[in-house]
């Protein structure tokens, strides 16, 4: 039997990817994504020597918010950040939310979302999400609820990151003065996420 592993989340997830944390090099995020995960971190014992070398390059180096990642290294990397922390189910699922809460909320990007209400950041959530993300795509159907699909390459998004982008769009609502808001995981599967978005 194999002795337990560290880093199960980003094992598996490395794992499913066609060509590992080489695949996709065209799919790209900006940094401000992965660095909220991690730069509250206390990496003063984080394994290194453990992770490949894009894990320890993204951790040790100061990338400005605004540059762009690719994208399976920097999602590898926050889901490695959670196994650090010892993370189970419910707990990553907070860290998460409150995580993306921070991300929202930041000067910049809270300005952008309260000057929309909650329809027209709906209706803008393609260029929006174009704002943090290249070559994956987003498509909404308003009503009630919206719906919201993002189509993504086999694998390229696990739970934990659908997980992560269903709190990012509520507080993003939540911040548009919507009341109420809801986002749910309607249908996630390896190349789609589909969600369920409502407000009062």
């Excluded at 060509?19 to 206390?42: H, N, Q």
């Excluded at 993306?100 to 979302?113: H, S």
């Excluded at 027209?120 to 987003?138: D, N």
């Excluded at 919507?178 to 996420?193: F, G, R, S, Y």
Aim: aromatic share 10%.
């Amino acid at each position: 039997m194999a002795p337990p592993t560290r880093f199960p989340r980003f094992e598996q997830y490395v794992s499913r990817l066609p060509k590992g944390l080489d695949s996709y090099p065209e799919y790209r995020c900006r940094a401000s994504v992965y660095r909220i995960f991690t730069d509250k971190m206390d990496l003063a014992s984080f394994p290194f020597e453990d992770v490949p070398v894009q894990i320890r390059t993204l951790l040790k180096s100061p990338f400005l918010h605004d540059s762009w990642l690719a994208e399976p290294p920097a999602v590898a990397t926050i889901l490695a950040a959670a196994d650090f922390l010892g993370l189970d189910d419910a707990a990553a699922r907070r860290w998460v939310d409150e995580t993306n809460a921070r991300l929202v909320g930041g000067r910049m990007y809270r300005t952008m979302m309260s000057l929309a209400t909650p329809s027209i950041l709906v209706a803008l959530a393609s260029r929006q999400w174009g704002v943090f993300h290249r070559g994956t795509k987003i498509n909404v159907q308003r009503g009630k609820p919206t719906m919201i699909r993002i189509d993504f390459p086999p694998f390229l998004y696990d739970e934990l990151l659908a997980e992560a982008t269903a709190a990012g769009i509520r507080h993003a609502l939540t911040l548009s003065r919507a009341k109420d808001p809801t986002v749910e995981i309607e249908e996630h599967a390896p190349t789609h996420t589909i969600y369920r978005v409502a407000w009062t």
